[in-house]
């Protein structure tokens, strides 16, 4: 091993510890999960009145509805009465939902329907399930947890310019999903996707479909963005790759218009749903559609074969912290508000 004099001068990542620990993932949920504005969907999930999909969010069951009042609506998924989950589906279609413990019954509002051996009119604050912060900007579907945060508008300000550049966004309907448990650390996968310093090694099919030597990585305000040309095309075949804080993708690619989301649920320390989906103005996909669903597909699995291998490297004891290129100024710039959100 040959050591340099500017060691010193080499800036470290986060500490790998915080890849692995329980308490670190714990209080993670608390400090972000719990209070940050989170996609959970899309509304042409939810097209019709009646319309509902449930998930998980930092450990607390959540219903989205498409109520007869024409809103969507956001909810814990518990029932009132004395907690007991609501809707075990995870999505569908339904008039009213019902628990299934003692049958109290509930509009897609929340507001409760019939409560056998109760008096509807006096449960007080027993009468609905309790509802969720709710934003939906661009057809997409954000909650937040915490009842007294900021503005979706007002923290997200600068990525609603930015994205507002694209004025097809809201004309596009879920085409295709995927899921897939990554054994990785939620931050591993968000690092991996903040740096194409791997591209070149990682990713063949998409190093020479993108010209890499016009790439750059943009950190802005609560989101960055990624953006490179196709190779000998126009400049306006452009792909944007944009991160929003603290787990959300968004990938906009060249051709008609598109938009590819991927959704991180942190399991645990170690495990990571990833939800992606893919939108386009049509349901029936052009071959050019299907083409792009699979080079999308290919890259990410690509991603994920190698976070997986970065979380077995989080246990050794052969090191603690990794180190940042000039290149990676996506990645650092997520580990710093990752470090503001851990010690407010
Ligand atoms: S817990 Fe739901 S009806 Fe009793
Ligand atoms: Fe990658």
């Avoid at 609905?128 to 954000?142: E, G, V």
């Avoid at 503005?151 to 930015?162: G, H, R």
């Avoid at 299907?290 to 490297?313: A, N, P, S, T």
Wanted: with cysteine; glycine share 6%.
């Amino acid at each position: 091993m040959t050591s340099t004099n500017n060691v010193q001068s080499l800036e470290t990542t986060l500490p790998y510890d915080n890849y692995v620990s329980k308490e670190i993932y714990n209080k993670e949920m608390k400090a972000i999960f719990s209070k940050n504005w989170i996609l959970v969907g899309h509304t042409s999930q939810l097209a019709n009145i009646g319309d509902f999909f449930t998930l998980e969010l930092a450990g607390e069951p959540i219903i989205i509805t498409h109520a007869k009042d024409g809103n969507i609506h956001a909810l814990y998924n518990i029932c009132p009465h004395r907690g007991t989950r609501i809707e075990t589906s995870e999505k569908g279609k339904k008039k009213i939902l019902q628990c299934s413990y003692h049958g109290w019954t509930f509009h897609l509002d929340g507001k409760v329907h019939r409560t056998p051996n109760f008096d509807t009119k006096d449960l007080g604050e027993f009468s609905c399930m309790r509802s969720i912060q709710l934003a939906i900007r661009n057809s997409m579907i954000f909650v937040n947890l915490d009842p007294d945060a900021k503005a979706f508008d007002e923290e997200y300000a600068t990525f609603l310019q930015d994205i507002g550049q694209y004025d097809f966004l809201d004309s596009l309907i879920l085409c295709r999903e995927n899921q897939r448990v990554v054994e990785a650390n939620w931050k591993a996968v968000v690092d991996n996707y903040l740096e194409c310093d791997h591209c070149p090694i990682a990713h063949p099919g998409f190093s020479r479909t993108f010209d890499l030597s016009n790439y750059s990585i943009v950190p802005s305000d609560n989101y960055s963005y990624q953006c490179s040309t196709v190779r000998n095309k126009e400049e306006s075949d452009g792909a944007r790759f944009y991160w929003v804080w603290p787990n959300m993708m968004v990938s906009i690619y060249p051709g008609n218009g598109n938009m590819t989301t991927t959704q991180l649920y942190p399991l645990d320390e170690e495990r990571t749903l990833a939800v992606y989906r893919y939108y386009f103005a049509n349901t029936e996909l052009t071959e050019e559609q299907e083409e792009l669903i699979k080079f999308v597909d290919q890259v990410r699995e690509e991603d994920f074969g190698l976070v997986e291998l970065l979380q077995k490297g989080f246990h050794s004891k052969a090191f603690g912290r990794g180190i940042y290129s000039p290149t990676e100024q996506g990645l650092q710039y997520f580990h710093q508000l990752i470090g503001k959100a851990m010690n407010e």
